[in-house]
């Protein structure tokens, strides 16, 4: 391992290599920290979000199924309602001489209470659904925030030691001190 970091630290010092050096700089190197961690993170966290995916989606199409459930009830009244309407429509043949316009507005009102009683089962439908992708998908998002969160602080305490701790700390002392005399 020491001689492919003194290769790394010889570069630095060949006339053909330019300004190419080993980074030791820890700050400096975080953009390559974090792209290792998203990288363990994607890798790893794949299947758990895949079973999460799945979970709620299974739970949508659970969803869906009741709707479709309550649609075909609400098609069974309609077509009760329509059967209805038929025997209404007789009747009023039979009584058109004494009650026509009567008997309209029952097939009106019949008619617009059946539609409004759809709509109203399709739109809860459509709700229910809407409401289950955000549920879903918030949930989602809530755990794999949890869990990018615990792999970077376990990679960070794995990482850190005491005494870099320690110099963390310092420079970032050292930093708030000269940002509060350049403030005043």
């Known amino acids: 391992m020491k001689n492919v970091t003194d290769s790394f630290v010889s570069l630095g010092h060949w006339p053909s290599a330019g300004s190419f050096g080993f980074n030791t700089d820890i700050f400096a190197t975080n953009p390559i920290n974090l792209s290792v961690v998203l990288g363990v993170l994607i890798f790893f966290g794949k299947g758990v979000l895949s079973d999460l995916?799945?979970?709620r989606k299974q739970k949508i199409l659970n969803t869906i199924r009741n709707s479709e459930e309550?649609?075909?009830?609400?098609?069974?009244?309609?077509?009760?309602?329509?059967?209805?309407?038929?025997?209404?429509?007789?009747?009023?043949?039979?009584?058109?001489?004494?009650?026509?316009?009567?008997?309209?507005?029952?097939?009106?009102?019949?008619?617009?209470?059946t539609y409004k009683i759809l709509e109203q089962l399709e739109n809860y439908k459509n709700e229910t659904i809407l409401f289950e992708q955000e549920r879903a998908i918030n949930q989602v998002r809530q755990r794999v925030f949890q869990q990018a969160l615990q792999v970077a602080l376990g990679t960070l305490n794995s990482c850190?030691?005491?005494?870099?701790?320690?110099?963390?700390?310092?420079?970032?002392?050292?930093?708030?001190?000269?940002?509060?005399?350049?403030?005043?």
């Open 53 to 55: 995916l799945d979970n």
């Open 70 to 113: 309550l649609r075909r009830g609400a098609v069974e009244q309609l077509e009760k309602a329509q059967a209805r309407l038929r025997k209404v429509e007789m009747e009023a043949d039979q009584f058109r001489v004494n009650g026509y316009s009567e008997i309209e507005r029952e097939k009106l009102n019949l008619i617009n209470s």
């Open 160 to 184: 850190l030691n005491n005494e870099l701790h320690l110099r963390t700390i310092s420079a970032n002392i050292a930093m708030f001190g000269v940002m509060k005399e350049l403030t005043d």
